[in-house]
């Protein structure tokens, strides 16, 4: 059974970094596309950036420029690096995955994810 665990989260200042992590166990694919999220409570699930198995990369415009995805393809598990946080950058990040990949379209499109996390809460403060 596949499984993502994400870890990393916690409480920072504005303009600081955090690294998120999400391990995936169960299963090891060839063919993936893979990406964070993030919602705040009573708010729509945002795609945050992504990465596939042709190493490929993806931000949404909120994000360029200060995050920056990335693969460990040997320990299984994906980065996501937060820099100059800014306060609407507090939000839960979900790491999601598409095993295989399935769908060459847009990133931001929920459905394609099969695998998804439980959540790792950030909290950026002034």
């Known amino acids: 059974q596949v499984q993502l665990v994400e870890s990393g989260g916690g409480s920072v200042q504005a303009g600081g970094s955090l690294r998120l992590s999400c391990t995936v166990s169960g299963y090891r694919y060839n063919s993936y596309r893979m990406g964070w999220f993030r919602q705040a409570p009573g708010a729509e699930r945002e795609w945050v950036a992504g990465i596939d198995s042709d190493e490929n990369t993806n931000y949404s415009d909120s994000v360029k420029g200060r995050f920056t995805i990335s693969k460990d393809n040997a320990k299984n598990t994906l980065h996501l690096q937060m820099n100059s946080l800014k306060l609407e950058d507090t939000d839960m990040y979900y790491c999601?995955?598409?095993?295989?990949?399935?769908?060459?379209?847009?990133?931001?499109?929920?459905?394609?994810?099969?695998?998804w996390g439980h959540g790792t809460q950030v909290t950026v403060s002034s």
């Open positions: 999601a995955a598409s095993f295989p990949r399935r769908y060459l379209g847009s990133w931001a499109v929920p459905w394609q994810y099969n695998y």
